[in-house]
């Protein structure tokens, strides 16, 4: 079974510096067996240690980190309760690297009534696709200063407010525009185009949540375009990727602005031979995470769906894109109230975010003799290192090692390594010979 990574990076505090002088320290995998403190019973959709690289967030008063779930084993077609897990590393202040993963508590998901959220899909726990219920794939996560829990998902998608404790306080309320909803204007929360014709793709929701550092804004990141905002009509040929902008105090929205991903032209050329169709572009390259800095801007995370994962185990597909941006919304023009549909030109006028790049992980993590993982999805500034930079841990969701598709019985994935071999056994049963997909990824840059 794949274990998590952690990775850790050195970064200048300014994020101006050369690539260059970004500086790979280390990484550490917590295995693909380890179980959690859920207390919901045993076995990989109750208790098992993963996918809680989904998000990551630091909390410098306690030299805390507090990682997102995702929904679980399967991919939707298992009952899992979705959580957060909260952990410690040891740095060491002078290098930057990490050590020692501590796990220090769980914490299911619960809505008012104190009734755990699922991971299964709207309709399988609901018999209803218009209905999200207790139905949750959480996906970006961010910390209030009151202790309490921000959480993006992408079946809605929502944001929803939890207290300390996991208990639900709140749903923001979700833009129409981003509904996703069929010709007819009913809303399916589960069916992908062309049965949807307007709003979020399928599995393609709120990918990353931030806060300002005031606390007021909350700052929501769909993973790839809106189902028909794209050439035509197909968000999968677009690279715009909306950026929503929520008033804490209301939970209501107030702003939506343009985020463009990498071309398609661009990622091809780093991996000829194994190219992207032009399909491709809004669907297998996306965001991961966003994180607001102190200044007002913001680090973006953006990868392609290649690398080490349950669907290529041995790493025989190269990957194009795994990098981090610096992006500024001052400047970019307001879309709330604008339709991108049916081009992927943007119209007279609007102004997408300024965006700069930051860290080529890609190239950090060849350049360093490591297997590229398929889902770097958490990121989060650490501590300040002796030499005034600070710490950068990345973390990647491993899918619980299990496979995510089909609508029989899941597997655990396991593999040698990469050019290896791997097999897939039923959930739970030992790997012989070869280990679980990992689960995290740990970079101190």
């Known amino acids: 079974m794949r274990k998590t990574i952690l990775f850790s990076v050195a970064a200048a505090i300014a994020l101006a510096a050369p690539a260059s002088a970004v500086t790979y320290v280390n990484q550490i995998a917590i295995s693909g067996s380890a179980i959690d403190f859920g207390l919901l019973g045993s076995g990989p959709n109750f208790n098992r240690l993963g996918g809680f690289g989904s998000d990551l967030v630091y909390d410098a008063a306690t030299n805390q980190f507090y990682g997102l779930t995702d929904r679980g084993p399967g991919g939707g077609l298992i009952d899992y309760a979705p959580r957060i897990q909260s952990f410690g590393l040891n740095f060491d202040y002078n290098t930057g690297a990490i050590s020692n993963f501590t796990l220090n508590a769980t914490t299911i998901l619960r809505n008012g009534s104190g009734n755990a959220f699922s991971s299964l899909n709207p309709f399988l726990l609901n018999n209803d696709p218009a209905t999200l219920g207790l139905s949750l794939d959480p996906e970006g996560l961010a910390r209030m200063s009151n202790g309490h829990y921000l959480v993006s998902d992408e079946y809605g998608p929502s944001i929803i407010e939890f207290d300390a404790n996991g208990n639900q306080v709140r749903a923001f309320t979700t833009p129409a525009n981003l509904i996703p909803k069929k010709a007819d204007g009913s809303v399916d929360y589960v069916a992908g185009r062309p049965t949807t014709t307007s709003g979020r793709q399928d599995n ?4 990353g949540l931030t806060i300002s550092p005031d606390g007021k804004k909350a700052y929501a990141i769909l993973q790839d375009p809106l189902v028909n905002e794209g050439d035509q009509g197909d968000g999968r040929r677009s690279r715009n990727v909306r950026i929503v902008v929520f008033d804490i105090a209301t939970g209501t929205s107030t702003e939506q602005y343009i985020y463009q991903l990498e071309s398609i032209a661009t990622v091809n050329a780093v991996v000829p031979g194994n190219t992207f169709s032009a399909t491709n572009q809004g669907r297998s390259i996306g965001v991961s995470a966003i994180y607001a800095l102190s200044d007002g801007r913001f680090v973006v995370l953006e990868r392609d769906n290649r690398g080490e994962g349950v669907d290529d185990p041995n790493s025989l597909v190269p990957t194009g894109l795994k990098s981090a941006f610096v992006i500024d919304l001052n400047g970019a023009t307001n879309v709330a109230s604008i339709s991108l549909a049916g081009s992927g030109a943007l119209p007279n006028g609007v102004t997408p975010v300024s965006k700069t790049p930051f860290l080529d992980i890609r190239a950090k993590l060849l350049a360093a003799g490591i297997v590229i993982p398929e889902k770097i999805e958490g990121l989060a500034f650490g ?23 089909g609508s029989g019985q899941q597997f655990d994935v396991c593999t040698s390594g990469v050019g290896g071999v791997t097999s897939q056994v039923a959930l739970g049963t030992p790997c012989l010979a070869q280990s679980l997909v990992s689960s995290g990824c740990s970079v101190s840059c």
Do not use: C, K, M
């Open 204 to 207: 393609r929701g709120f990918e």
């Open 383 to 405: 501590p300040r290192l002796a030499n005034g930079s600070l710490a950068l841990i990345l973390a990647t969701d491993n899918d619980y090692s299990v496979t995510q598709t």
